[in-house]
């Protein structure tokens, strides 16, 4: 163990020693092949940090002096184990005997509260009984901790029953305070009302103007219990003053709910709910893990900063599970296992597959195509332009520019060939590649004459703001203007990517079965199209995406569930993906996948939850030797971590894999996830 985590300590050193080396001499010629392919452009998959890495010969050095302060660091980090293992005994010992549901009788095992939900006779479920033991024991030793059961197996419950239980055994009704997205408020007050009616729940929710009505009511503690609020108050600058009022109180547990929202420990969201007073606070989220360990590092940190030290360095490294060498594997093992030591007191995961016999079975089918000349023809385009683009600016295009200033210049070019050439695999009308610059003209021209984007504008401006759109935006603005009518695209240019096609194939045969569709996009554009599509093949829909006002939002979702005749639910991966319940539907299309598996785990559990009462398949779209196939592998690799991490199942996580488009820079996993542009974004909009 010590020596696998000093080897690793040098790993990590040598790696920020080179790329230092690097940056101090990013002026000298090395760096003037920017776009060549011999060169890995990085950029961080949390921010728009770029690394250009180039191969260096310098030699290591000072062995001695690194092998003592490797020693000291391990140490630190086999205290820190030390403690963990401290409290975590007992915790442990507990939780095994609450987690045998086989036994008779449980003498440490407190049954579910007689205050909780007493109106309509309802019993937890015999693992919710546990999650509810586990939270007690969490509470009785002074810790805090994360419930990251699977998506569905009612860890809002759970949460309500220790409400509960506090409230029956300890006298305390609150105040408590819950954050939640704004998609799941209704959900927290209904099962409340359903649950445990005894506490007094206000939603803090609403206009500005609403807003201030109901801190009006709350100033009297004595006439509520819990309040409901979202996560909009931590991030907006418009919150301060909510966040001034919640701060006031001091609340006796805050719980997140969907708790991966705050893992960027450097986001206003994560700053600000820090600063919130609590004895106790507890994470509900199915996805502990999204992209990485140091992920769930964070989520550890906000629970308890006095143990898991956001400062020491030591802890980030031994939960960065990317490390480069040849015993890179190896040490990422010992990562791993030491994870999985440091988190297990404090973390309870269950998985549907285990603990729910009546869950339906789900299957997952990855549907692989091939595209179709014409799109082919765009996606190469691209990499043509830009190598093009790449070679120019490589042999010196503007000489008076500073080194500097080419890497930001490649940086924002990473960003946008990454972005087209995804919107290229999965639509060609994504990109502009049918309107020429003559249709432009007269489109812009129209635009200009009727005053489209005001009065204010020059023909010049209409022509600079319009020359960006894509095919199908400037089809839609043809539409909407009956003297550009003419330059609309006809219903077989909606349909003439690979995708389309095989949802054409596809959907006739679901229908005809008795199926019933949701299918998620990540780009508002790409709903569009779709909508499009569903429209000329007289298909009956509804459509849910982040303009979508949340008001509408459960209307939209009982009138699915509803009304049988409707065959498909068209949403946004982000919007649709969270804290909604659609088991009138059992069948998930995912258009276009994500980088981060969980976000589409999300959208599956949509109608793969309690209460499916017909098998769920789950089909994914993906277009081979493009990089819409690179990030689906990227996300099976990711998936993998978070199971060996979690569950202590999945085979070893590959390698970083890297994107790559013919002779140009390598895109790695994190130069893909920077380049969309959508951590932490409810929808994903160009």
């Known amino acids: 163990g010590k020596l696998s985590t000093a080897a690793m300590k040098r790993m990590n050193r040598t790696t920020r020693q080179k790329n230092s080396h690097e940056k101090n001499n990013s002026n000298g010629k090395g760096r003037s092949r920017v776009g060549s392919s011999e060169k890995a452009i990085e950029i961080s998959e949390d921010d728009d940090h770029v690394e250009i890495i180039q191969d260096s010969d310098e030699g290591r050095s000072g062995h001695e002096e690194e092998e003592e302060e490797d020693n000291e660091e391990v140490a630190k980090v086999d205290d820190l184990l030390q403690k963990v293992e401290e409290i975590g005994k007992n915790l442990s010992c507990i939780l095994a005997d609450l987690v045998d549901t086989q036994k008779d009788s449980h003498s440490s095992r407190i049954a579910q509260p007689k205050c909780l939900g007493t109106q309509d006779n309802l019993k937890l479920k015999p693992y919710q009984l546990v999650g509810l033991n586990w939270l007690r024991t969490l509470h009785t030793s002074e810790v805090n901790g994360i419930l990251a059961d699977e998506m569905g197996l009612g860890k809002t419950i759970q949460t309500i029953a220790f409400l509960a239980h506090i409230y029956e055994r300890e006298k305390v009704s609150g105040p408590h305070i819950i954050v939640c997205p704004a998609s799941v408020v209704s959900n927290w007050n209904r099962e409340f009302s359903q649950w445990l009616p005894s506490l007094r729940v206000v939603v803090y929710h609403g206009s500005q103007k609403e807003r201030a009505q109901i801190r009006s009511e709350m100033h009297d503690t004595s006439s509520w219990d819990v309040v409901v609020t979202t996560y909009t108050c931590f991030e907006r600058e418009a919150g301060k003053q909510d966040r001034a009022f919640l701060r006031s109180f001091n609340f006796k547990v805050m719980i997140l709910d969907e708790a991966h929202s705050i893992k960027n420990a450097g986001s206003s969201r994560y700053r600000h709910l820090l600063h919130l007073t609590c004895e106790r606070r507890i994470l509900l989220t199915g996805t502990p893990i999204n992209n990485n360990l140091p992920e769930l590092l964070v989520l550890l940190q906000f629970l308890m900063p006095e143990l898991f030290d956001p400062d020491d360095e030591t802890l980030w490294e031994v939960f960065d599970e990317k490390v480069e060498s040849e015993s890179g594997n190896l040490a990422r093992k010992v990562n791993v296992e030491r994870v999985k030591k440091m988190i297990k007191p404090f973390v309870l995961r269950r998985c549907k597959c285990d603990v729910l016999g009546e869950l339906v079975p789900k299957d997952q089918q990855v549907i692989q195509l091939d595209l179709p000349s014409e799109q082919r023809k765009v996606y190469n385009q691209i990499i043509s332009n830009w190598e093009f683009k790449s070679k120019k600016d490589s042999s010196g295009g503007n000489t008076n520019a500073k080194a500097g200033d080419k890497v930001a210049m490649s940086k924002k070019m990473i960003n946008n060939i990454f972005c087209e050439l995804r919107k290229a695999a999965n639509h060609p009308l994504l990109v502009r590649s049918r309107y020429n610059d003559e249709a432009l003209k007269t489109i812009a021209h129209q635009l200009f004459v009727s005053g489209h ?65 949701l299918l998620f996009s990540q780009w508002t554009t790409m709903l569009d199209i779709i909508e499009d599509f569903l429209i000329d093949k007289d298909y009956l829909y509804t459509r849910l995406d982040g303009s979508t006002a949340v008001k509408e939002r459960q209307e939209l979702l009982d009138r699915f569930n509803s009304d049988t005749s409707i065959f498909c639910f068209l949403l946004s991966t982000r919007a649709g993906g969270m804290g909604i319940n659609l088991t009138a539907a059992d069948t998930v299309i995912l258009h276009d996948v994500d980088f981060n598996p969980q976000i589409d785990r999300q959208a599956e559990d949509r109608c793969h939850r309690i209460g499916q009462t017909k098998p769920v398949t789950v089909i994914k779209l993906v277009v081979q030797e493009t990089v819409d196939e690179k990030i689906w592998k990227l996300a099976e690799a990711k998936s993998k971590l978070a199971n060996e991490t979690l569950d202590g199942e999945g085979s070893e996580v590959e390698e970083e894999a890297s994107i790559q488009v013919p002779s140009s820079p390598r895109f790695s996993r994190r130069a893909a996830a920077a380049a969309t542009e959508h951590n932490d974004r409810e929808d994903f909009r160009e």
């Open 453 to 517: 984007f005001g009065n204010s504008c020059s023909l010049q401006q209409v022509e600079k703001e319009i020359s960006d759109y894509s095919d199908f935006v400037l089809h839609q603005m043809c539409q909407d203007h009956k003297r550009l009518n003419k330059l609309s695209l006809k219903p077989e240019d909606i349909s003439s990517s690979a995708k389309l096609r095989k949802l054409e194939e596809i959907l006739p045969r679901l229908q005809s079965e008795g199926h019933r569709v």
